[in-house]
């Protein structure tokens, strides 16, 4: 999908986001995930929300739909008008703000639940730690971290990084208890059709 040089073009080139929404990608399925969906009737979602990597914004709108404080942070500017204007047609409240994920602590802002949908699936090496590093600068003690991405239960080779258990573990050390970790499914377009994915609750210490 991008060129080997550069795996994540729309984190390292400001040009890029928009084109993953020049047509609809395969993770815009219009409503939220159901493990999300499932959090949300469970009471999880609590506080502040920030649903990271929003692109049209469907699970800071859930949370919104909760009556939380909700926001989405994305590269893309057309992914954050589509969900204003999702916003504005369900009559809910939420901010949409175009910013890195891979530059949280320049956001100066603290977040009780953060809802990651597929972001850090994306990510290894340094950006995978400059993604961790920049949630424990908006997450306090307390604060939530939930984390959908592929399994490496999932076949073939396609798509983003199958991830692992052990991935999760190494990843989140000092300053983090990882709560569970959970097989799931993740629904993409067409159909839309379930993948093999893991579901992370972890909590900042």
Known sequence: MFPPEDPHPEYHDPNAPDTLYATK???DIDRPQPAFAALAEAGALRGRVLDLGCGTGEHALLAASLGLDATGIDQSAHALELAR???ADRGLKARFVRHSALDLATL???FDTVLDCGLFHLFDGADRTALVDGLATIIPPGGRYFL???SDSQPGTWGPH???????????TDGWRIDSLEPTTLDILPSPTPV????????RQ
Do not use: N, Q, V
């Open 162 to 172: 199958r991830l692992r258990r052990t991935d999760i573990e190494s990843a989140f």
């Open 148 to 150: 959908l991405g592929f």
């Open 85 to 87: 204007a999702k916003a």
């Open 108 to 110: 100066g802002e603290s």
């Open 25 to 27: 990608p395969p993770w």
């Open 196 to 203: 093999a994915a893991g579901l992370a609750a972890l909590t």
